[in-house]
């Protein structure tokens, strides 16, 4: 039996738009979305609000050879839509000018806010932290370990 443990990213609207920074700057490949719209197409009983015939209702992307999922639901409806700060997504390479190239186009964009700046620290060659425009904390680093 085949079992995948994946970051689901649940972004509130701006599911579409981070999907192509995604794209954009971690090179992630796009294996499945859906918007609000092509739902309504699978199941006429699916509503949405005006203005949100572009929000993702799932996708599926792949960055190196790991998945992430992004929707715009809330996943505990019990609760507001909130961004939390337990959780982000690391990026790991034993390859030093992979993991520093990956930073530097992710530092060029005007939206991403660095954290940590990537240098060497006491576990990593090299290492950094970012807040990505949807307020997704990445984390780059050079590993020495095998995974």
């Known amino acids: 039996m085949k079992l995948e443990v994946i970051p689901f990213l649940s972004l509130?609207?701006?599911?579409?738009?981070?999907?192509?920074f995604y794209e954009s700057y971690l090179g992630a490949e796009v294996l499945f979305k859906k918007t609000?719209?092509?739902?309504?197409?699978?199941?006429?009983?699916?509503?949405?609000?005006?203005?949100?015939?572009n929000y993702i209702t799932h996708s599926v992307l792949q960055i190196g050879s790991n998945k992430i999922m992004i929707a715009e639901e809330e996943m505990d409806p019990a609760h507001p839509w909130q961004l939390g700060n337990s959780f982000s997504l690391c990026i790991q390479s034993k390859?030093?000018?992979?993991?520093?190239?990956?930073?530097?186009k992710l530092t060029q964009h005007e939206k991403v806010q660095v954290l940590t700046p990537?240098?060497?620290n006491s576990f990593s060659p090299?290492?950094?932290?970012?807040?990505?425009?949807?307020?997704?904390?990445i984390q780059l680093t050079v590993t020495r370990h095998n995974f």
Not at 45 to 53: D, I, L, P, S, V
Not at 126 to 137: E, K, L, M, N, T
């Open 95 to 104: 390859d030093y000018p992979v993991i520093e190239a990956i930073y530097e």
């Open 36 to 53: 609000y719209k092509e739902m309504t197409e699978m199941d006429p009983r699916f509503t949405y609000k005006e203005g949100e015939e």
């Open 126 to 137: 090299g290492y950094a932290r970012v807040r990505d425009p949807f307020g997704i904390v």
């Open 12 to 20: 509130n609207g701006r599911g579409a738009e981070a999907i192509t």
């Open 118 to 120: 990537f240098e060497k």
